[in-house]
């Protein structure tokens, strides 16, 4: 197969470069955390108190800077209280979509008769649609991290980066990394986008519930970006430089066809690399740039 697509490397067509960016379309970035505490009547069986706090930020105006910080706190007595607090510091511009969010959650329910319960959680979400008009290579990259002790009540740390192909308003992932519990992500992955709209999601959600004594603390964090890499020619323009066919773009292939990379899934059945991607690309090498 190596001979195979070196040989066509001698087949250069050069063209001038092109130019493209994310034109950006909605942003839909927020943060949002509530805490609610309700505590029982131990006599009757009915509420005695119910009571709560909650808080939310969006940024100043769609595609701006947005640096702000949510917190929601309830507190009965010393022994009964809960807090909840997200954060978000975030950009998009036409070459670059970064967002870093965290959500953190804990509390404590004290001498609480059931069915009394404590709850406090929130989200932190970087969600940016845009449009590419030809064929891009992208590359998303960053962390995801969740912390989540279970220790007699209920805590939950869930963080998703995921990109997607918008289809009259259904979605299609070209990529997504979830993780929950306790765990840590690393995102490193470069993305090949056909003209069309897209959808870039950054997601942190994080809480806490128990009907009895501590609700340890829990978190969820991403910090990760997509970043414009170049406008190509083609699908088979997968390296700098970008509006020409050379070598690099048949290394560029090996590479991602070996680490079963979608910037080489070129043909049917996608999410599959086989023969037939290799077909397509020394077809679509062949013809060269116009």
Aim: aromatic share 10%; net charge negative; glycine share 8%.
């Amino acid at each position: 197969m190596p001979r195979l697509l070196l040989a066509v490397a001698a087949v250069l067509l050069p063209a001038a470069s092109a130019i493209g960016q994310f034109a950006l379309v909605d942003d839909q970035r927020s943060i949002d955390v509530n805490v609610e505490i309700e505590l029982t009547d131990p006599d009757d069986g009915k509420t005695l108190h119910f009571f709560g706090d909650s808080d939310s930020a969006l940024p100043p105006a769609p595609f701006a800077p947005f640096t702000d910080v949510a917190f929601a706190r309830a507190e009965a007595s010393p022994i009964n209280w809960g807090e909840a607090t997200g954060g978000q510091l975030s950009t998009a511009s036409p070459t670059l979509l970064k967002g870093e969010g965290q959500i953190t959650g804990e509390g404590r329910l004290g001498f609480a008769i059931p069915p009394s319960f404590l709850n406090a959680s929130g989200i932190s979400v970087y969600r940016v649609t845009f449009e590419v008009s030809g064929h891009t290579l992208v590359r998303l990259n960053g962390e995801l991290s969740t912390t989540s002790v279970a220790q007699g009540a209920g805590t939950n740390g869930f963080a998703r980066a995921r990109v997607s192909r918008v289809f009259e308003e259904a979605l299609q992932p070209l990529t997504s990394t979830t993780i929950q519990g306790t765990m840590v992500a690393q995102l490193d992955q470069e993305l090949r986008l056909a003209p069309g709209t897209y959808e870039h999601e950054l997601f942190a959600q994080a809480g806490v519930f128990t009907t009895s004594g501590d609700a340890p603390f829990s978190s969820a964090s991403f910090d990760a970006q997509l970043e414009f890499v170049g406008a190509m020619c083609g699908e088979a323009d997968l390296a700098a430089p970008f509006g020409e066919h050379d070598f690099s773009d048949v290394v560029a292939f090996l590479v991602a066809f070996d680490s079963q990379e979608q910037i080489a899934d070129l043909a049917p059945p996608f999410g599959v690399l086989d023969f037939t991607d290799v077909v397509i690309f020394i077809e679509r090498f062949a013809v060269g740039c116009p």
